[in-house]
């Protein structure tokens, strides 16, 4: 079965600082992969896709995210974070024929 | 212990046939969601509620009713399915936190297929 991790559960940075959350997944054939957001009090939202192409994707609101086939991974990254950013990120992945997995999230907490 | 668990996690049945999904959170959280993934392989919120109380009802057929008998359950009833409701509905939970905002759990998602 496939399975998805996402390495830090909690993050803490200032604004301006760049931001990276690691995603790793097992699964060794054709995957899609998302990254998705959830704002305090708010539904998922999706950052971006990947599934073929340019493995560097970029999505909304700045987010970047490569997928590295070697290294199973695509993982989310921002050069520059704002408060507004503080929110928690799910990697989630869904391989041929299969449901969509997620990460744990990751809680980003960005201080003002 | 699962978080948040929904039942069944497959289910085939033919079209016309009314159907729940059951979904249950253990973490006392507030809010719970139900989440249809699209044929775009996207996940679209579908319904949203607060303490038994409905907050978000997006464009859905009436024939999708949410039921959450308390704050520990959401079900989704389907009446009158039909071959396009066939997907994968997901479950989620979450509260606002102080310090990190939010944080919030999925079920593994129930595989439906209408025939």
């Known amino acids: 079965a496939q399975s998805v991790s996402q390495h830090n559960h909690h993050v803490i940075l200032s604004e301006a600082a760049s931001l990276e959350l690691g995603c790793n997944y097992s699964?060794?054939?054709?995957?899609?992969l998302f990254w998705y957001v959830q704002y305090p009090g708010q539904h998922l939202q999706l950052l971006l896709k990947?599934?073929?192409?340019?493995?560097l994707v970029k999505g909304i609101k700045g987010f970047e995210a490569e997928f590295i086939k070697s290294k199973f991974s695509f993982n989310l990254r921002k050069p520059s974070v704002q408060w507004s950013d503080t929110a928690e990120y799910f990697c989630?992945?869904?391989?041929?024929?299969?449901?969509?997995?997620f990460g744990g999230g990751t809680r980003v907490l960005v201080k003002p | 212990d699962t978080a948040v668990s929904q039942t069944p996690k497959y289910l085939v049945t033919q079209m016309g046939n009314d159907k729940s999904i059951k979904c249950e959170q253990n973490?006392?959280?507030?809010?719970m969601y139900w989440y249809k993934q699209d044929s775009k392989k996207f996940l679209k919120i579908m319904f949203s509620?607060?303490?038994?109380?409905?907050?978000i009802n997006e464009t859905v057929p009436n024939r999708f009713s949410p039921k959450s008998p308390d704050k520990a359950h959401l079900n989704l009833h389907i009446n009158s399915l039909e071959l396009g409701d066939s997907a994968v509905y997901f479950c989620?939970?979450?509260?606002?936190?102080?310090?990190?905002?939010?944080?919030?759990?999925f079920g593994q998602g129930t595989r439906l297929t209408v025939v």
């Open positions: 990947y599934f073929s192409g340019d493995p």
């Open positions: 989630a992945v869904e391989a041929a024929g299969n449901k969509l997995t």
């Open positions: 973490l006392g959280h507030d809010t």
């Open positions: 989620a939970s979450s509260r606002v936190t102080d310090r990190f905002g939010t944080e919030a759990f």
């Open positions: 699964y060794g054939g054709t995957v899609n």
């Open positions: 509620y607060n303490n038994k109380e409905l907050i």
